[in-house]
């Protein structure tokens, strides 16, 4: 995993990031509740949610569930379909015109591997995905993961290795080797 870092159990660090999972728990189970119609409602707890307001070319279509919320950063014309899943406390970064499909989770924590080690905190790791790529439904991205720009993710299809530039990904562990046009 790139920039992997572990955060410690019973830490000031580790305090303040349960700190803020509690605050934005309750923050998405408002915006999750809210009418459909309601976009500023939306708009006002997501702007909560991320600690600033969203590109007004942002469109989040709830359910909408993250755990920390201030390490996410959307670029213009993002398009996030129902039901995804944010676990963005290693830091999240989307670029411009990209797509992201209903049921679709980016997860940046996980626990160490050695089974001696797991309980001792999280590891943590950022997820970058660059502009103009298309992630299908029930997709999900591993801790770590760099998606290069224009690629597209097949639907349900479990990324746990970067992806190259303009590169499709159909299925766990199967990149079809084919370029894509810019």
Known sequence: MNDKQLIARRT???????????????????LNVLPFADSAGRAALLGEIFGRPLPASVTIYPPFYC?????IRLGEHVFVNQNCSFYDIGG??????TMIGPGVTLSTAGHPVPPAQRYD????APIAIGSDVWIGANATIAPGVTVGHGSVIGAGAVI???????????????????????
Request: proline share 5%; aromatic share 0%; net charge positive.
């Open 12 to 30: 000031p660090r580790s305090r303040a990031v349960v700190d803020r999972v509690q605050v934005v728990l309750d923050l998405t189970s408002r």
């Open 67 to 71: 755990d920390h919320g201030l390490k």
């Open 92 to 97: 999240i970064t989307v670029g411009d015109r």
């Open 121 to 124: 905190g999280i590891t943590t």
């Open 160 to 182: 746990a290795k970067d992806v190259a530039p303009l590169t499709v990904v159909t299925g766990a562990g199967h990149v079809e080797r084919r370029t894509l046009a810019p």
